[in-house]
């Protein structure tokens, strides 16, 4: 992971540019292709179970990372970024989110193997978001990005230039030397990320329990983030049902988590402290399945729909250019 993250940093660095479709697709199967094999090697190591996890978590990972692209396609625009320095945003970004995240979850193992009942908090907040992701929608939470405490803290305390110096986080402005914007723009990236990991981490932890299988299911996710940014473009806006389909995935892994937490219950004031025995543990073959077949399905109505749309918005057009030649 290091290596690929170090190449990565080589590449990005020496040559900042805008990737080609044709590039972003190249890399982007390359990520996905190391991560099918990590998989292999956990199942040669450990045994089909845990790497089944890890897929499942991965896959989940994956997708839940596509309301971070909604929110980097925000920020990119809202700062001005050009479109030659954004992958270097990007890389800089996803290696904070990457030290964040590591102590996120190592916080959140820590807390699981001391209270068993945190799984019943988690489950809540994710049947919590899963409606508030089927309600409000990832354009639109992409569309009401605020920026944090940390943003606003490093506007008013950093001296600032006005404008970009290439990627450089530093330029001399009126004889002394400043920040750039390209600063302000990483801290957002990494911090909102970090605020997205609130829903994804539980997430993986309905799936696995395991901190080394949720550390490299989030890893594999974000290493092709950067590509899979550029290579989806104006793809994001036609994923209409994108949303619902993480809210289901979402609302899934909520229910199993509560599920579980019933199952080994040792609360006192729930059944008298003893496990609830009919409550059923959810297979992971079953979890891949729904997560899988969920991101298919909305992933096909969406592009139906938008398909649907764009021949409806050319037919219209085509009236309202036929009705003043008629008149004429």
């Given amino acids: 992971m290091a290596a690929v993250l170090i190449m990565d940093l080589v590449i990005i660095g020496r040559r900042p540019h ?3 479709a044709r590039e972003s697709g190249i890399w982007v199967s390359i990520y996905v292709s190391l991560a099918l094999l990590f998989g292999v090697g956990v199942w040669a190591f450990a045994g089909p179970t845990y790497a089944g996890q890890f897929y499942t978590g991965w ?13 980097f396609v925000v920020i990119m625009g809202r700062f001005a970024v050009p479109r030659q320095y954004q992958q270097t945003v990007l890389l800089v970004g996803i290696i904070l989110a ?17 209270f068993s009942w945190v799984f019943y908090i988690f489950g809540a907040f994710l049947l919590y978001t899963a409606i508030n992701f089927a309600r409000e929608g990832l354009d639109e939470e992409a569309e009401d990005f605020k920026e944090n405490v940390l943003i606003r803290w490093s506007r008013r305390a950093l001296p600032l230039s006005p404008s970009f110096d290439g990627a450089r986080l530093t330029t001399v402005h009126a004889g002394r030397r400043v920040f750039t914007p390209m600063l302000i723009v990483m801290i957002a990236i990494g ?3 970090l605020i997205f990991a609130l829903d994804s981490i539980p997430a993986i932890f ?3 329990q395991e901190p080394y299988l949720v550390f490299t299911a989030n890893v594999f996710a974000l290493m092709g983030l950067i590509q899979l940014y550029f290579l989806l473009g104006n793809l994001l806006e036609r994923l209409v049902y994108l949303s619902k389909g993480l809210a289901i995935i979402l609302g899934f892994i909520g229910v ?11 609360l006192p004031f729930l059944n008298g402290g003893e496990h609830i025995e009919w409550a059923p543990v959810i297979p992971i ?4 399945l729904v997560i899988l077949g969920t991101l298919v399905i909305a992933t096909v109505l969406s592009l139906v729909k938008s398909a649907a749309d764009d021949r409806k918005a ?15």
């Fill in 18 to 20: 805008e990737p080609s």
């Fill in 59 to 71: 896959l989940t990972e994956y997708s839940l990372s596509a309301d971070n692209l909604f929110v």
């Fill in 98 to 114: 990457l030290v964040m995240r590591g102590g996120f979850i190592a916080a959140g193992a820590a807390l699981i193997s001391q």
């Fill in 191 to 193: 911090t909102t990320d």
């Fill in 206 to 208: 309905g799936i696995t």
């Fill in 256 to 266: 199993k988590l509560i599920l579980e937490a019933l199952h080994d219950n040792n």
């Fill in 285 to 288: 073959w079953l979890s891949l």
């Fill in 314 to 328: 050319a037919r219209l057009k085509a009236e309202e250019e036929a009705v003043p030649a008629l008149k004429s």
